[in-house]
């Protein structure tokens, strides 16, 4: 069982009863280190150039930190976002085009599919190939992790006569699916919206 599956969410608990317990004490008091708490993790996946780095920019800004596994020399950039109140982290993922990997990055890309305890992936596609597109969405699913798709590059699809119909493909898929054209900043709040509904917003809770 992964670890965001898991029930006991042991991981976020620990997390946020520590920051929250820091706003009880002085000022004097508090945890000097400026580490930032990550209370999630989210990820950018898809085809190379559909648009995920300039997502991840737009999305983060800021100053971005980029890791990789032993024996590797991709890298997945990683920042914070803000999303419903809370500290995410979200990762930038090398290109891929499918589960079963045939190059380095896809390889690496489908690893951290499944090393990270991910709350959601944004599977990020080019609104101008849909039905092409959509065959790693349905490899996606599969996992049993979360998939939000994130159709983008609507504006160059609306200049060919294309115009995908949001509500019918999320009924067809049974995922959320947001329309946005990142380099004109469309559709931005209707994604981190969506997202929103994958922040763990943990319950009350004390043990005696
Ligand atoms: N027209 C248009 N171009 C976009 C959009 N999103 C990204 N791009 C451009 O597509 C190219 C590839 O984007 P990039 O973020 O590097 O794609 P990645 O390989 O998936 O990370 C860049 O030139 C972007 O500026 C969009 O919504 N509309
Ligand atoms: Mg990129």
């Known amino acids: 069982m992964k670890c965001n599956q898991c029930p006991d969410s042991c991981q976020q608990k620990s997390q946020t009863s520590n920051s929250f317990w820091q706003n009880f004490l002085p000022e004097s008091l508090r945890a000097k280190s400026s580490k930032v708490i990550s209370e999630g993790t989210m990820a950018l996946v898809g085809c190379p150039n559909v648009g995920k780095s300039l997502l991840f920019n737009i999305l983060t800004g800021g100053y971005t930190t980029v ?8 890298e997945a950039a990683r920042n914070y976002i803000k999303i419903a109140g809370k500290t995410i982290t979200l990762i930038d993922t090398p290109g891929m085009y499918s589960l079963m990997p045939m190059t380095e990055e896809e390889r690496f890309s489908r690893e951290l599919l499944f090393r990270e305890p991910l709350d959601l992936v944004v599977h990020v596609i080019d609104a101008k190939n849909l039905s092409r597109m959509l065959n790693l969405t349905f490899q ?5 992790v979360p998939i939000l798709l994130a159709v983008n590059m609507i504006d160059e699809a609306e200049k060919l006569g294309i115009w995908v ?9 049974g995922i959320p699916v947001v329309t946005l054209s990142a380099a ?25």
Do not use: D, W
Not at 67 to 74: C, L
Not at 165 to 173: C, G, I, M, V, Y
């Open 165 to 173: 119909n949001e509500k019918q493909l999320e009924a067809s898929l």
């Open 67 to 74: 890791s990789n596994y032993p024996g590797t020399t991709v």
């Open 140 to 144: 996606l699913i599969e996992t049993q």
């Open 184 to 208: 004109q900043k469309r559709g931005i709040k209707g994604l981190t919206t969506k997202m929103a509904n994958y922040v763990h917003i943990p319950a009350l809770s004390y043990s005696y």
